[in-house]
């Protein structure tokens, strides 16, 4: 059996108690089951065997609303057990119920009956099969053993103790046996004792008497030099100890820098003996990049350096193609034996340079060969290819590029009437140093050039054009699959930073710099102004030529945000997204309400009471944030400054 109401489980399973326990066989083997209790199990208290020959005079006596509805049996014998013991008591949830009823039980363990009202002690439960009960009661009772077993160590070794103490005490009185005698000479000695002390305190009382201060002035005089000169001692100790570490520090670091200035000298030699290396080129490069990039060198440094080191494993991984080349053109082509004077002296050892030879020189001999009458048809098709490739690529580029202009214009326009706490936001792009040729270019790029396309990009005609860097670098990239990554991305032709100005419109900082010694909540406002364009153009919103915001759901959901914005800041954050056209969901304690309602057009309190959560949802109206807003301090505060600006206004003079 067991109860179907969890509610009830534990006031139904105490009012049982014992007689939760029964032992229900069939009718006719009811005598014998007595029988055999009575004659061999009677040291087993306590036990119970259901009556079941009258069963059925119990199946349906139960009343209405009383405990028996609330357990469920899988046979007539345990139903009618359960109608005998629990037919007869209401369940009852009120004081007041339960004192109209001859019998009734609440939930909570309050039993009416015989005209008396008591609170039954509650019992662990274990009817049914579910949750383990019959596993936790076995692990609970396993509990309470191991809490008797260890009682009991700890009884077991007080009782160690006792029996060690009387045995200490049957030795103490064994050994105070015979000890009268000395007690009267250590009496004798203590008064000597005594005697020899009073001397000596006669001694010092004397002492004390006479004029010694000289004496003590002197000890202070000395107690004090010995205490500046131990100080001085620490700080001379302290001052060699951070002597030494700096001087380890020092070592260590020249050791590196030597290390660092022969790796330089090393590479420097490299590149000078590049005949391709300018040096005077490359200062005037580091010079303009100094004053470009301001603090975005190190990253530029950083970036070209990772750049280099990609770089590198492309080019090592171009010698093993030329390498697994040279072996495939071997095996296809001189796969039979025959021998070749120049292919037999390529070994898998062979070096770069010696498969490069080899390759220059089989090329060379296939151009005089017959097949260099195909040269001509062959350099004809790639170059329309690549003037295909090249149209497409700058019109989609300028594309992109006009795209990201009219997008920056339009944050900026809406920030333009949005200040957060004095300061105005705007987002600027300035060309990318190292790809500034090409940009050039492509702004430079009309409808008209496209007819022209072939010619512009044809260096060997003309190389005095004046975007001739620019096509040059283009050409080698077209060459080089390792660099077209960087011109795929429109967003590699320009730097992005968010300027912070003032009301005037004059520059202040920037996010770069802001976030090295702002506070927390001048860090948070230029981070939500950016979170806000960035979901603004992932979900490509835009107006509509009759103002509606086109651009689907347009979600942005925030947990706790604003938590370290003002009123002001928070207020003008929120207006932001809305002019963007975003549908902004925050989940915000409840001393942020009327901060929300305020701005919110929907608000959902949540409230949760253990397992139970109620949800009250709220629409403000215009009317209503109005009024939120009447009384809000922050608004009172910048109207009484307007009004005193304009009072201080009014009275100056005209000169």
Known sequence: MDINDEKWRIAIESFLGARREALIVDPDRVKEAITLYRRKG???????IVNTTK?????????????????????DDAKAYMNRALGAVIAVETEAELIRQERALTYDCMLQTEGTTTAIREETPMLGSGGGRRQHQLQQQGRQVDEMMAEFSVLNKDHEDLDNLKENLVRMTTGLTGVGERVFDLANQRDMLHSEIDGYRQGITDLRNQDDSGVQQRISDLVNEQKQAQDQQKKLMDKLQTTRTSLIKDNASLELLDKELVEHAAARAKCEEDANFDAQSAQEKRDYMDESCSG??????FESAKKAQSELGLIEKKKNSVRDGVAQYKARYHGSGLSHQELDKVTPDSTHEQLERFVN??????????????????????????????????AHLKDQIDKIKELIRELNAHLKNRPFHKERYGFEMTPNPELKDILELVEAYTKMDQANVGSLFDLQHDEDKPHQDALAKIHEVLKDEGESSLLQDYRNFYNFELVIKDLDGNRK???SQRIKTGSGGEHQVPFYVAIAAAMGATYRLRDSADGVTMGGFSLSVFDEAFNKLDAENTQTSLGFMSDLGLQTLIAAPDDKYSLMATTMDTVINVCRDGRVVDIDVEFPTPKGKELLNSDNPYRLAAKNAAESETEEVGELEPA
Not at 63 to 73: H, Q, R, T, W
Not at 383 to 389: G, I
């Open 42 to 48: 009677r040291h087993l208290k306590g036990c119970r």
């Open 55 to 75: 069963s059925h005079e119990w199946l349906n006596r139960s009343k209405p609303n009383s405990l028996a509805e609330f357990v469920d049996c899988q046979t």
């Open 296 to 301: 975005d060198l190190d990253r530029i440094i």
């Open 361 to 394: 020189d089989t090329i060379q001999s296939l151009r005089d060969s017959e097949l260099a009458e195909y040269t001509e048809k062959a350099e004809r098709a790639r170059l329309e290819a690549e003037t295909s490739f090249r149209s497409d690529f700058v």
């Open 509 to 511: 900082t920037t996010l």
